[in-house]
């Protein structure tokens, strides 16, 4: 199974970090955050990995190269404007094959075992989810006996990690361009067509500088 990172991030809200450097090449614990997401997903047995990029993404190129310090393959697929989820993992498809593959958002920080995403895909996509954090309380989904649903009002919701298997069949019908993952999603989600599990494990949506300091603390006391 082949594995996407998500990194054409602008990352507007850690400037003026990310003024002069990607996203994804920003440091928690000394460590660029997409380097994490290559060792854990090395580590579960992915050897054939796909990065997309837009903004400043010709550092991510230069640092990563071609990903043999990892013991994985990588190839880029380069965005010459933002293509949002959607969009940009539509382009990649060339890359990514035939079979469904898994999906990793660039800018999250993680302990999740990757290994447990290497399994038959039953529908068109299996997500995982987190416990609604305080930034996005209104959550996404909901978690029904490993089936995912769309949440209502009401619902008893949880929150897209930003970790996931797709089927390139769920993309059947897109056109090139920008456009979101989460339409196609619920779509398949209203076939029955979407799994889920919840995240066991530490989670970190590192989007502002308070959570990137929540990353930091984490790193220095894993316990």
Excluded at 26 to 40: K, N, S, T
Excluded at 68 to 91: N, Q
Excluded at 99 to 125: C, E, H, K, M, Q
Excluded at 190 to 210: C, F, I, K, M, P
């Amino acid at each position: 199974m082949k594995a996407m990172i998500l990194a054409a991030g602008k990352g507007e809200r850690l400037r003026p970090l990310t003024l002069h450097t990607p996203k994804p090449l920003i440091r928690a614990g000394g460590v660029p955050l997409i380097e994490y997401h290559l060792r854990a997903l090395a580590a579960a047995g992915f050897t054939e990995i796909v990065i997309n990029h837009a903004w400043l993404g010709q550092q991510i190129e230069d640092h990563l190269g071609d990903g043999s310090r990892w013991g994985v393959s990588i190839r880029y697929s380069a965005e010459g404007e933002p293509l949002e989820t959607g969009g940009g993992i539509f382009k990649a498809l060339p890359l990514l094959g035939d079979s469904p593959f898994a999906v990793v958002n660039g800018d999250i920080w993680t302990d999740y075992d990757f290994a447990a995403l290497r399994r038959p895909l039953s529908g068109l996509a299996h997500l995982v989810l987190v416990d609604n954090p305080a930034h996005h309380q209104a959550g996404d989904f909901c978690l029904n006996d490993a089936q995912v649903q769309d949440g209502g009002a009401g619902a008893d919701t949880l929150t897209y990690s930003g970790i996931a298997v797709l089927s390139p069949e769920l993309f059947k019908g897109a056109v090139a361009g920008a456009f979101k993952l989460a339409p196609l999603l619920r779509a398949a989600m209203a076939e029955g067509r979407v799994t889920g599990e919840r995240l066991q494990g530490r989670w970190v949506d590192v989007g502002t500088h308070e959570r990137l300091a929540e990353v930091e603390a984490l790193i220095r006391d894993p316990h």
